[in-house]
DNA sequence: CTGTTAGCGCATTCAT
DNA sequence: ATGAATGCGCTAACAG
């Protein structure tokens, strides 16, 4: 199928001179006479010369390539986070390799492994919904090969990690709906394998509390983040004997879709019930009511992710550090509340 | 930084047999004594052996990765092609790198050029907004390596295509229009540059006339994509002595960010003026007022460019095709026409 | 069934 | 300033 590349060799035949010239030539070394490297250069665009990553990826110990691994990206937040990253992987010559799991573990296990054969020289990680065994992460570790998680982190693990003010900004949502004059307000959280439902719950009991409000058990509920099931829960809580007036969402995709199946229920928002998503996607403010939301500076994790994975790197296995950075959030207050 | 990774060797080492039975062995050859492959995976296992993607790339024909280029994804259409495309490049047995180029010519062609070292065995590529020269694109077909193009497709090369019925959706979207009693109909068009936007202009130019109505050219506007810029346009259509009591835009992002603007004006829709779009992204029934707008297959549309990139890659050059397949499109009425 | 050898494309010693 | 030789990890051709 390929014809032939064109290598280094052949630039050097048709010149006469030997691969190592070439070769020097083309990386910019110093000892090359400037007749002979314009010579070389030339050649080279002529005949589309491109350096073989393999061949490079082989000889080095670094490949120069850093790993994504995502749980899914058909919602804006994760392809924002990797925009973010590439920039910085970018600006440090590191290509970056993208792999998304469809929210599968063991696609995940897969990715990771493409990884390792692609020797990445680090990866950043959010996980999938499904994930609690971390195996295939902490051959990462084992092999020095720095890992940092983002958003979705893995707490068994002591690697560098970049959150949001999860809790606060929680915590800030909830006691705006309080405000607001809410009583009774159900909390649609994510699964408990992941550490992030926990802190965004934990923002919401605490201001619960400091407002003498008696959590309710039967306002909480957990799910998988699998968006057809949001129906479920939603109608759960609208047929409760007691219906709560307010719900506040553990991210903007299920705030979207609450409100979309209280609309079809014939309630209002917000007279009848308020919601609040948490994460400020592109698409919060287009919907009808415009969505109060816990804006997180999304693409800035990524950069910041890609930037303590790029440092990682450069420090030997003894030397690494293991920071959790915590990013800013924001209350928006928009029309759904 | 990275400790020794595990190699074949190692393992012959260890169990003081060849490097080639192990290699053997884990190819799953099947000249290799049962007890033998048994001892070798163990080991392989535990000493969590990888393979290097690298050394493999150097001495097969085949990488068996693909490469994808589009011109962004913060909104939903690219990624959903990605997925589709990662669908089938994986049941092939194939990686797909990706790369995003932020609708900028320069990075499309640097990208390109990652894809080349990279190796790929076949190229899927949706240009961005700016790419008029096709240089860097030309030169894989010239190293044997093919291209397949799918939604931004380049004219002048003759490579497989996949695209939608534009011109029949748009048609379908303006002549719903023209039956809803519209009698000035705007097209808020994309660049000249891409053919797409020729193919969706000649759907509403033929609608038109089909209608007897007589296209306006200050109904007519070309952009480059670029979201802020709707503001502009909006604008001026809202201003115009004559005000066009609907607009048909060229995609989704461009028909949502159009009813903001005109929403903020404090003009109804679909009343004042109601508003079409092209391709049914998933936030397009979420707005306020819903979108009526074009739907296409998206994520199909990334299968089948993967499945004809898989099937070009089995095909020695002379035996290149070059179909173009036209997916098909259905109109969505909602409520903002 | 297994071992030996060669070579993929390149950067990097070590010579000259 | 240049050339020759080496090896990264692996598979395939050849030899037993």
Chains 1, 2 share one sequence.
Not at 91 to 107: F, K, P, V
Not at 145 to 158: A, H, K, L, Q, S
Not at 187 to 216: V, W
Request: hydrophobic share 40%; with cysteine.
């Amino acid at each position: 199928m390929k014809n032939h590349q064109t290598t280094i060799f052949d630039i050097a035949r048709e010149l006469g001179i030997s691969k190592s010239t070439v070769s020097r030539a083309l990386t910019g070394h110093p000892n090359v006479h400037a007749s002979t490297r314009e010579k070389v250069l030339k050649l080279a665009g002529d005949l589309e010369y491109q350096r073989n990553m393999y061949s490079i990826g082989l000889m080095k110990k670094r490949s120069h390539t850093i790993g994504i691994l995502v749980p899914e990206f058909t919602r804006s937040f994760f392809p924002q986070v990797i925009i973010g990253a590439q920039e910085r992987a970018k600006e440090a010559g590191y290509n970056l390799i993208i792999a998304q799991s469809d929210e599968s573990y063991e696609t995940e296990v897969a990715n990771a492994k493409v990884m390792l054969a692609y020797q990445v020289d680090g990866l950043l990680v959010s996980m999938t919904r499904e994930t609690n065994n971390f195996d295939h992460l902490k051959i990462f570790q084992r092999k020095g090969i720095p890992i940092v998680f983002f958003n979705r982190v893995c707490d068994e693990m002591i690697v560098p990690k970049v959150i949001v003010e999860d809790y606060e900004g929680a915590y800030a949502a909830v006691q705006h709906l309080i405000d607001r004059g809410r009583k009774r307000i159900a909390h649609l959280s994510g699964p408990e394998s992941l550490s992030i439902s926990h802190r965004r719950k934990s923002g919401y009991m605490d201001a619960l509390k400091k407002n003498n409000i008696q959590a309710d058990n039967d306002l909480i509920v957990h799910y998988d983040l699998s968006l057809p099931k949001v129906k479920i829960y939603v109608n759960y809580f609208l047929t409760l004997p007691d219906r709560p007036d307010a719900i506040f969402c553990i991210n903007d995709p299920t705030a979207i879709e609450t409100i979309r199946i209280i609309k079809e229920s014939g309630l209002r928002i917000p007279e009848d019930i308020a919601v609040v998503g948490f994460s400020n996607d592109y698409v919060s403010h287009l919907i009808e009511p415009p969505l109060t939301t816990v804006e997180q500076p999304i693409s800035e994790m990524g950069r910041t992710a890609a930037d303590l994975l790029l440092k990682q790197i450069e420090l030997s296995v003894e030397q690494w550090k293991a920071p959790t950075v915590v990013l800013k959030t924001k209350l928006i207050v928009r029309n759904s509340s």
